[in-house]
């Protein structure tokens, strides 16, 4: 439906327990029929390298880091998220194994914590639950269940979507600042969801740049600062 990358998809909760997983599972009971692959995040980049290569070399359409613990970002990650095209050594070998990087990603978090290159690369959805034990919570559904009952109904209602987005052509289109490294997915995705009258996903950015860590690490330098000079005025240097 579009060229080039997609972004990081992250589903952040204040707390454990709030439905972070069972979204992430819908997205892929919806998009591909069955269960995306669950992972954690590998800290080091190698260990990210290995999991990425061996997720597409057996054609998963979405990945799921479930649960990331430790900062989100490397620059294996970041390099992922801004192209289209994956190259690696096959484990154990000399092969150097060729690949399309046209993978989903999506991670879930309690209270993220997002590297600052990565930020850049990432919409998120906060979820507040406003109990104390979200996952005592009863519903009148089963979501998981109904996700899958009713598939080709949800499918093609997205689907639907996309297609009146582009009948509409220029008509009516919605104007959008510029998302980076993702042209072709805001383009497509981005715009049909505002044309049809939600909001602008890249809204989320904001809540982003406020758990990036070297973001959270710079302001927290000024305040220290400033609470122990009061009113300085001066460059870095004095």
Not at 10 to 32: C, M, N, P, V, Y
Not at 224 to 234: D, E, L, S, T
């Amino acid at each position: 439906a579009f060229e080039g990358p997609s972004p990081l998809f992250l589903f952040d909760a204040t707390t454990a327990g709030s439905g972070k997983t069972l979204l992430a599972r819908l997205l892929g009971l919806i998009a591909t029929g069955h269960e995306p692959p669950l992972a954690g995040m590998p800290p080091a980049s190698v260990e990210l390298k290995k999991a990425i290569t061996a997720a597409l070399v057996q054609g998963d359409a979405m990945h799921v880091f479930d649960n990331c613990t430790t900062t989100i970002g490397n620059d294996v990650l970041d390099m992922l998220l801004t192209s289209t095209n994956y190259q690696d050594r096959r484990l154990g070998t000399n092969e150097t194994i060729v690949a399309e990087a046209r993978m989903a990603l999506v991670a879930t978090s309690n209270n993220a914590a997002i590297g600052a290159d990565t930020a850049r690369r990432t919409l998120t959805l906060r979820l507040r639950p406003t109990v104390d034990h979200p996952e005592e919570r009863e519903f009148d559904r089963d979501l998981a269940a109904y996700a899958v009952a009713n598939r080709p109904k949800l499918l093609g209602a997205a689907l639907t979507i996309l297609r009146w987005h582009f009948m509409q052509g220029a008509d009516g289109r919605p104007k959008a600042r510029p998302f980076g490294s993702f042209t072709g997915w805001s383009d497509v995705v981005r715009l049909a969801v505002m044309r049809a009258g939600m909001a602008d996903p890249l809204d989320s950015q904001a809540m982003v740049r406020r758990i990036d860590d070297g973001t959270r690490l710079r302001g927290a330098l000024l305040e220290a600062w400033a609470a122990w000079r009061p009113g300085f005025r001066g460059t870095a240097r004095k």
